[in-house]
């Protein structure tokens, strides 16, 4: 089935998967794409009264594979109010709701200290250069602690961690993992940290599934459970063969399931616009215990 999966997980704040949803229907509401339908304007489904004011609704939805990013029963020819707010000031062909003009910007003239345009860096931590240009990194993202102990950072294919890690989360256990791992539910379903590796570097590391793996970056090193899978693997970028690995959050020295804490690993660094953490690009050695 394609979609979303909404009853499988939560996104949050309103448990769509797609930001501004809408532009991937025309200006009529139709899909650009038959084989990428995502979310269209369905002008016969009847809206029950609204619940304020008991008054009927007129016919029309944005229905689809998706929670709509877009005033659900805003039509694609719907007018903004002279004097409206919000979405209110917004046509039914305007969907980046979250812009005063509702239109999707490419240059940035203010608000963004890495403005205005977008561009690539490699993370802080990477095995390649910058396959685009000289520019290795964003020379405005932000640093804590540049050279204490505990925030080392490796040099631009540090030969010692040539992985590239990401973290995530579970669906099993919500946030970071401390209201979860005190549920004995859960903690069931999710019992203990893992590393999640590919068949390659497995076999290339001798590595077997539940084996123990010492998993380690410049910053220190922790213990965790290996999960072989097919679902993470390699990458070949400028020609240089590359393995991936994934560890979760949610385990921590307290709750019914302990564990080692994978923010040991991650690296101080961040973005240079609200410093959202730069844990889910980094670099690290993956060795059996």
Same mark, same amino acid.
């Given at each position: 089935?394609?979609?979303?999966?909404?009853?499988?997980g939560?996104?949050?704040?309103?448990?769509?998967?797609?930001?501004?949803?809408?532009?991937?229907?025309?200006?009529?509401?139709n899909?650009?794409?038959? !084989?990428?339908? %995502? +979310?269209?304007? /369905?002008?016969?489904?009847?809206?029950?009264?609204?619940?304020?004011? *008991?008054? &009927?609704? =007129? !016919?029309?939805? %944005? +229905?689809?594979? /998706?929670?709509?990013?877009?005033?659900?029963?805003?039509?694609?020819? *719907?007018? &903004?109010? =002279?004097?409206?707010?919000?979405?209110?000031?917004?046509?039914?062909?305007?969907?980046?709701?979250?812009?005063?003009?509702?239109?999707?910007?490419?240059?940035?003239?203010?608000?963004?200290?890495?403005?205005?345009?977008?561009?690539?860096?490699?993370?802080?931590?990477?095995?390649?250069?910058?396959?685009?240009?000289?520019?290795?990194?964003?020379?405005?993202?932000?640093?804590?602690?540049?050279?204490?102990?505990?925030?080392?950072?490796?040099?631009?294919?540090?030969?010692?961690?040539?992985?590239?890690?990401?973290?995530?989360?579970?669906?099993?256990?919500?946030?970071?993992?401390a209201?979860?791992?005190?549920?004995?539910?859960?903690?069931?379903?999710?019992?203990?940290?893992?590393?999640?590796?590919?068949?390659?570097?497995?076999?290339?590391?001798?590595?077997?599934?539940?084996?123990?793996?010492?998993?380690?970056?410049?910053?220190?090193?922790?213990?965790?459970?290996?999960?072989?899978?097919?679902?993470?693997?390699?990458?070949?970028?400028?020609?240089?063969?590359i393995?991936?690995?994934?560890?979760?959050?949610?385990?921590?020295?307290?709750?019914?399931?302990?564990?080692?804490?994978?923010?040991?690993?991650?690296a101080?660094?961040?973005?240079?616009?609200?410093?959202?953490?730069?844990?889910?690009?980094?670099?690290?050695?993956?060795?059996?215990?």
């Amino acid at each position: 089935m394609p979609g979303a999966h909404l009853k499988w997980g939560w996104a949050w704040p309103a448990n769509r998967r797609v930001m501004y949803n809408r532009a991937s229907a025309d200006l009529k509401g139709n899909p650009w794409s038959e !084989r990428k339908r %995502w +979310v269209w304007w /369905d002008p016969t489904f009847v809206n029950p009264p609204d619940p304020k004011t *008991a008054k &009927p609704v =007129p !016919r029309g939805k %944005w +229905v689809g594979y /998706d929670v709509p990013d877009f005033g659900a029963t805003k039509a694609p020819d *719907a007018q &903004p109010k =002279p004097d409206g707010i919000a979405l209110d000031a917004l046509s039914g062909t305007q969907p980046f709701i979250m812009r005063a003009d509702g239109r999707g910007w490419l240059f940035v003239p203010a608000g963004l200290v890495d403005g205005p345009l977008p561009t690539h860096y490699e993370p802080h931590e990477s095995p390649i250069q910058n396959p685009l240009y000289k520019q290795q990194t964003s020379p405005v993202h932000k640093v804590w602690a540049p050279g204490k102990p505990y925030n080392q950072l490796a040099v631009v294919g540090d030969p010692k961690f040539p992985y590239v890690i990401s973290t995530y989360r579970l669906t099993e256990h919500y946030l970071a993992g401390a209201m979860s791992r005190w549920l004995p539910w859960l903690a069931e379903l999710q019992p203990e940290l893992f590393i999640e590796l590919g068949k390659g570097l497995a076999q290339e590391k001798g590595i077997k599934n539940l084996d123990w793996v010492v998993v380690s970056s410049p910053r220190g090193h922790i213990r965790a459970k290996a999960l072989v899978t097919d679902r993470i693997g390699v990458m070949n970028v400028g020609g240089k063969r590359i393995h991936h690995v994934g560890m979760p959050w949610h385990w921590g020295w307290m709750g019914l399931s302990t564990g080692d804490v994978v923010n040991d690993l991650t690296a101080w660094v961040g973005d240079p616009n609200v410093s959202i953490h730069e844990g889910k690009a980094f670099v690290c050695n993956v060795e059996k215990a």
